[in-house]
């Protein structure tokens, strides 16, 4: 059973700065890709950030020179700095792996429970 798990999410002022954590545990034999994605009040989930197993990533225009994905692949953990933070930034936070567990042939997108985070003074 595969799970994926976030943290760091909370309440901070417009300007400030959250980092978040999404560790996947379970019987993994490899994870591809990791991102995050959001979902505002009465707005679709949108793509943040996401980053492919050797390092290259990708962002939203949105949070372009604001946010940093990051992972450590021993760890099987993927992060999201987010600095200079404004309220239009506040949303579920989702974390999502493109992961194969043990036993299967091929890799499913597996999310995490979603962690908020509010931006507001």
């Known amino acids: 059973q595969v799970q994926l798990v976030e943290s760091g999410g909370g309440v901070v002022q417009p300007g400030g700065s959250l980092r978040l954590s999404c560790a996947a545990s379970?019987?993994?034999?490899?994870?591809?890709?990791m991102g995050w994605y959001r979902q505002a009040p009465g707005k679709q989930r949108e793509l943040v950030a996401t980053i492919t197993r050797s390092g290259s990533t990708n962002y939203a225009d949105s949070v372009k020179g604001r946010f940093t994905i990051s992972r450590d692949n021993a760890k099987n953990t993927v992060y999201l700095q987010m600095n200079s933070l404004k309220p239009e930034d506040t949303a579920v936070y989702y974390c999502n792996a493109d992961l194969q567990p043990l036993g299967l042939m091929w890799s499913r997108d597996y999310w995490g429970q979603g962690t908020q985070v509010t931006v507001s003074s």
């Open positions: 379970g019987s993994i034999r490899s994870i591809y890709a």
